[in-house]
């Protein structure tokens, strides 16, 4: 049973899904539908069970990887299939997974065109996301990195709305741009270290003079991913285009691979360049809070809205990594997590609707709650979430982030707090225009309330939500050993260059 | 007990909660009868749920308070971060079992009298859910035995205020004030929140026994925050209190809690009169062992709420609607109560919290009974003459008027003497500033309190036909609460005084409140003139026979004085500008500049020189490049031979 490579399982059981949509043969278009709606479904679910075993038997006092798989792929150039989860990457492999299954759910009935192509995509997504999570080797994790963003385009291009293909290319292009500098800095760094294994090369001490460079490189491409302010523009058009499942991956999971990317990689290899450019991802990062915020208010599309609300949120994250002690990097993991439920759920919020009206303007909507009561209790309870209210997850991921910033650096932990009041006008705003009001557009009057198979949908992200919220232990002590490990590499790499400059003088 | 005393409200409203989305359902199948039932099941659960939760509370307090048990009780850890660890608790000591009784025994009397009041509301189950979460919110928040659960119960009852202030959720005017609440409540949260971090920065600690032992040890520690050097307790008091001026509508940010009226009346009596807006007074009585080593942040207290006291007693006495005035006489009160805690009087400030809670629920319920009886009117303009009519809801505003103005013996005269008193004692140019201005706001106190008893229950009816046929008292269920608080606006007071402020204070108390011992304000009023003692009072008086010279004796003199000082007139009943005055530099400038960003920063900036401008260079450079394919053959030759031509002359340089 322990040598079960638990990991891979979980990475390509999709691909075995794909594998039985691919089979599917029929003439008839509804039956071809309904067998890859099923699969993808089953098999997703079952990739979700199987991953909470990885939780279940996760070692919490240990910061060395679990779980750990290695075979030789290319020996000359020391590349490896090495897959393993320490507590910083855990959670995000079986967010990647529940995701997946919620948002195959979504699409149950909204999609009707080229189904089975659509379930393929979603299950390729999910092997590549659980990859990118768990891969220990760098030309691993770089595969997995861009190959994400195939599935994401096609997913926008194919299913999404009018302006798809814009979006799908500045995607594309944005993403890209970033991609190439960081395969460089991956080039350099196995030149450099003489291996492509992430365990050996977090304890590699790079050279104080070429980190900067690295770092420099792979914040291109993270910044892009997280995304961080001035390089946000590509996540409101993308989100805008597409599907409801898409947008729900997208600010799910996909915009954590950049703040993963910062706890796995930025932090620990480059400690120097790290410090040294904390002032310039505070600044960007504040910036992003603030402007992020007032444009969020200002939106009058759905969507938009959230994507923006977004950016806002990943600002607190890139804040509580570089704050770099244990509640700032615990706080930006508990905020990853936190947002890809909430935002994913108020994407789902606004699915629910457009579903039913196809208009994402606020405008189109007012007076819901005379109709739709279960609707505006969720979107009620997600919105708090958004909006940091203690006993959500949202505010034990904002809050700790703050703590931990307050003691690096006052001004940034003031400035960020201004993203509550903010945070709040946007979302009250948005809801009060939705859901509040009287009920007198004629096409809202019949309007449904959540189905069965809607509530289902809800139903696990609200558990998380509280949970997270109200005992977020749960979560927090199987961080503890990996973050408190990093925070004290990241300190003894900072202070033995102060030595060694010292000792220079 | 005490678990039952905080989740039993829990309980109740998540029961009601889903009694009210089967009501719902009833609604739409045209179900009349059952949608009754589901109604009544409604409000006999949280008014049970509520009535058991007082009990368990006062069972807690005699354990606590009459036999010295510590009440503690820890649930089980929330956040464990590095060092960083704090639980839910619930904290057992004098102070927090206080206001759990206190909270439990009004929020109990509210809802029985919504039962009545809220009879013809479509959506009672939510009401009742939405007040029976307000309590749980409320009792979480006074029982915290760490900030973080302060702050919990803080924002909880923030978003059930909003809630209930947009109860209404048709009304435009509704919406608006819920917002305006939650998001001015945030301002002030935002001074919270760095206050907490500040505090977690200081002890490596936010829970309130580890905090308290280290605060002396720390009373001369600086920090640096914000590029500067200061005294770190008076650095996080001020932040601290930044939040409690934010949630007890203290002046500046004091602008949420007129609107707030927009909410079922029974919500002003609980939330906005009664218990959530004293959670500023609570907090800082709370936290007296920081803020006793930081005399900058008490004066700053002091100084605050005595501005308070009297704005807010001006603007009441110009209002026209029956709730706004004593909304106003609120604020006002609340400040005569931050003053208190200012001099270091903790416990007077405590005392006059719990008195107010109840004359100020009644008055706000008996507010309520006035517009049931006057099918929905709350302009006093077009009321009067109604004590015939509604004699009983009448002599129970007497009751809390004469409260609320400090006249012998009712409660009010007690607390409030005691803070003047104090205030006074304080023996310090701030404590001046408060007192004077104190025994003018108690001045203008009873003067409009009476002008209200005028206005509503005196002179001639200026109400419709239609409205005066239907008046009407009010029923069984809604009086009998309105008796209960007047029971106590009448006897707490009196019997309760030795407890909190006299001879008994210290057994009463016990440690659950600091005081340094060179603030000596509250022995120094056992020193005091006598006519420091009996001018409150005096006043009192004389604010009630003013107003029954320009409102009963007299009418033609109001009238005189707002056309002799219009401007003061226009000043005063615009609330100082305060509205128009945020309006224009904050919300427009907010929604002006996102509109702004979003449309020049993202749109024609990021976007402009990022990806569209690049994209349109690329297309613009493939164009030229298309251009040059000709499809001639000797263009492409001479290419050829020039490219040639460059490459030896290159290889010929180099070799040599």
């Known amino acids: 049973m322990d040598n079960m490579p638990w990991l891979s399982i979980i990475t390509f059981a999709p691909l075995v899904g794909v594998f039985f949509i691919l089979l599917i043969r029929d003439d008839d278009k509804e039956i071809v539908a309904r067998n890859a709606r099923w699969v993808a479904l089953w098999i997703s679910l079952i990739t979700f069970f199987v991953s909470l075993g990885i939780w279940i038997n996760f070692d919490n006092s240990t910061a060395n990887f679990q779980f750990v798989e290695k075979s030789v792929w290319m020996p000359g150039l020391n590349i490896a299939y ?63 990195f861009e190959g994400v963003l195939i599935p994401m385009f096609i997913i926008i291009g194919v299913w999404g709305g009018a302006r798809r293909n814009y979006a799908a290319y500045k995607l594309f292009l944005y993403t ?38 690295l770092w420099l490189a792979f914040f291109a491409s993270f910044a892009v991913k997280m995304p961080m302010w001035p390089v946000h523009t590509w996540l409101p058009d993308a989100h805008v285009e ?54 969020a208010l200002a939106q009058e599309d759905m969507k938009k809205l959230i994507a923006y609300s977004s950016v806002a949120h990943m600002g607190f994250v890139t804040i509580g990594t570089f704050a770099a002690n244990t509640q700032g990097i615990e706080g930006a993991i508990i905020q990853m997590l936190s947002h890809g439920v909430v935002s994913a759920a108020l994407f789902l919020i606004v699915g629910v609707v457009y579903d039913r009206i196809h208009s994402r303007d606020i405008e189109a909507y007012s007076g819901l709650v005379h109709r739709m009561p279960k609707y505006a209790l969720i979107f009620m309870i997600f919105m708090m979430a958004s909006v940091g209210l203690p006993g959500t997850s949202g505010f034990v991921g904002e809050f700790l982030i703050l703590v931990g910033t307050f003691k690096t650096n006052t001004w940034v932990a003031a400035f960020a707090t201004t993203g509550i009041i903010l945070g709040a006008a946007y979302m009250l705003y948005l809801y009060r225009r939705v859901i509040f009001g009287e009920l007198t557009k004629e096409n809202l009057k019949s309007i449904l309330d959540l189905n069965r198979r809607e509530v289902a949908i809800f139903a696990p992200l609200l558990l998380v939500v509280f949970v997270m919220g109200i005992y977020p232990s749960l979560f927090l002590d199987a961080m503890h050993a990996s973050v408190e490990n990093l925070v004290e590499r990241y300190h003894s790499a900072l202070a033995a260059a102060q030595h060694i400059s010292v000792v220079a003088k | 007990m005490y678990i039952a005393a905080v989740f039993l409200p829990l309980i109740g409203s998540l029961i009601a909660g889903m009694i009210a989305f089967a009501a719902h359902g009833a609604v739409h199948s045209e179900d009349a009868e059952r949608k009754k039932r589901l109604d009544l099941a409604s409000q006999l659960i949280t008014c049970g749920a509520m009535l058991l939760a007082a009990v368990a509370a006062i069972l807690v307090f ?58 013809h509301d479509g959506s009672i189950p939510r009401f009742m859910g939405y007040l029976s979460l307000f309590s749980f919110f409320m009792l979480m928040l006074v029982s915290s035995n760490n900030l973080v659960q302060l702050f919990f119960g803080w924002e909880g009852v923030g978003l059930c205020s909003y809630l209930l202030i947009g109860f209404w959720y048709d009304r435009p005017s509704a919406n608006t004030a819920a917002i305006k609440a939650f998001v001015v409540n945030r301002i002030g949260d935002f001074g919270f929140a760095l206050g907490i971090f500040a505090c977690f920065f200081l002890f490596d600690s936010i829970s309130y026994d580890t905090i308290f032992s280290l605060a002396k040890e720390k009373s001369t520690a600086t920090m640096t925050v914000f590029s500067g050097e200061f005294h770190a307790l008076t650095v996080i008091c001020l932040l601290l209190f930044f939040g409690a001026m934010g949630k007890s509508a203290q002046l500046g940010l004091h602008v949420w809690l007129p609107d707030a009226m927009e909410g079922p009346t029974p919500v002003s009596a609980l939330i906005h009169a009664a218990t959530m807006v004293t959670a500023g007074v609570f907090m800082v009585a709370r936290l007296s062992p920081l803020y006793e080593y930081s005399d900058v942040a008490l004066t700053v207290v002091t100084l605050i709420g005595a501005s308070t006291a009297i704005f807010a007693a001006t603007v009441g006495c110009v209002q026209n609607d029956i709730k706004r005035v004593i909304a106003y006489s609120t604020v006002s009160q609340l400040g005569y109560m931050f003053f208190a805690l200012g001099v270091s009087a903790y416990s007077a400030g405590m005392f006059h919290l719990i008195t107010h809670a109840f004359f100020k629920a009644l008055l706000f319920l008996g507010a309520g009974s006035v517009i049931h009886a006057m099918s929905d009117e709350q302009d006093m303009r077009k009321m009067g003459g109604l004590y015939k009519l509604i004699p009983a809801t009448y002599i129970l505003m007497w009751i809390g008027s004469l409260a609320l103005a400090g006249i012998w013996p009712f409660s009010g005269f007690f607390s409030k003497d005691i803070i003047l008193e104090t205030a006074w004692g304080a023996q310090t140019g701030i404590g001046q500033y408060a007192f004077w201005l104190g025994i003018t706001a108690a001045f203008l106190t009873a003067f409009y309190s009476w002008r209200l008893i005028i206005m509503t229950f005196h002179g001639e009816s200026r109400a419709d036909e239609t409205t005066l046929a239907h008046v009407h008292e009010s029923p069984k269920v809604m009086i009998l609460p309105l008796v209960v608080l007047a029971l106590g606006a009448l006897f707490v007071g009196i019997l309760s005084v030795d407890y909190f402020v006299g001879e008994h204070t210290v057994e009463f108390w016990k440690n659950s ?5 060179t603030h000596k304000t509250l022995e120094n009023v056992h020193h005091l003139p006598i006519w420091v003692k009996l001018l409150p009072l005096v006043v009192g008086i004389g604010g009630i026979a003013l107003a029954y010279l320009m409102y009963m004796f007299a009418p033609e003199l109001p009238g005189a004085l707002v056309a002799g000082f219009q401007r003061t007139y226009l000043f005063l009943l615009n609330k100082w500008y305060f509205d128009e005055l945020y309006d224009k530099i904050f919300v427009r400038p907010v929604f002006y500049l996102g509109r702004g960003l979003w449309k020049a920063g993202d749109g024609l900036l990021i976007d402009g020189v990022g ?46």
């Open chain 1, 82 to 144: 090495h897959m393993g989860v320490d507590g910083i990457s855990m959670f995000f492999v079986i967010l990647s997974t529940i995701l997946t299954v919620l948002c195959i759910g979504a699409s149950w009935i909204t999609i009707t065109d080229r189904v089975k192509e659509y379930m393929i995509s979603f299950l390729v997504l999910e092997t590549l996301m659980v990859g990118m999570f768990s891969a220990l080797d760098l030309v691993l994790f770089y595969i997995f």
């Open chain 1, 176 to 213: 890209l741009a970033g991609s190439v500098l960081m395969l460089l800095a991956i080039l350099t760094m196995m030149f450099q270290a003489g291996t492509a294994e992430i365990p050996k090369l977090l304890t590699h001490n790079f050279p104080a003079t070429l980190q900067p460079w």
């Open chain 1, 242 to 295: 597409a599907p409801t499942a898409g947008s729900v991956i997208l600010a799910g999971v996909l915009l954590k691979f950049g703040g993963y990317g910062f706890l796995r990689f930025s932090l620990p290899m480059f400690p120097l360049a790290s410090a040294d450019f904390t002032p310039l991802i505070y600044t960007l990062s504040i910036i992003a809070v603030i402007y992020t915020s007032l444009v």
């Open chain 2, 62 to 119: 005699i354990a606590v308070v009459v036999n010295g048990q510590n009440g503690t009780v820890e649930l089980f850890t929330w956040v464990d971060s590095g060092s960083l660890e704090f639980s839910w608790e619930l904290r057992g000591d004098t102070l927090a079992v206080l206001m759990v009784t206190m909270v439990t025994v009004v929020s109990s009397m509210i809802h029985i009298y919504s039962i009545g009041y809220m009879s």
């Open chain 2, 513 to 517: 409140l600091f005081v340094l011992d």
């Open chain 2, 611 to 656: 990806p569209d401008g690049v994209a349109a260079a690329v297309k613009h450079l493939a164009r030229r490049a298309a251009a040059m394919q000709s499809g001639y053959l000797y263009h492409y030759a001479l290419a050829m031979l020039l490219g040639v031509t460059f490459f030896v002359t290159w290889f010929l340089v180099q070799g040599a």
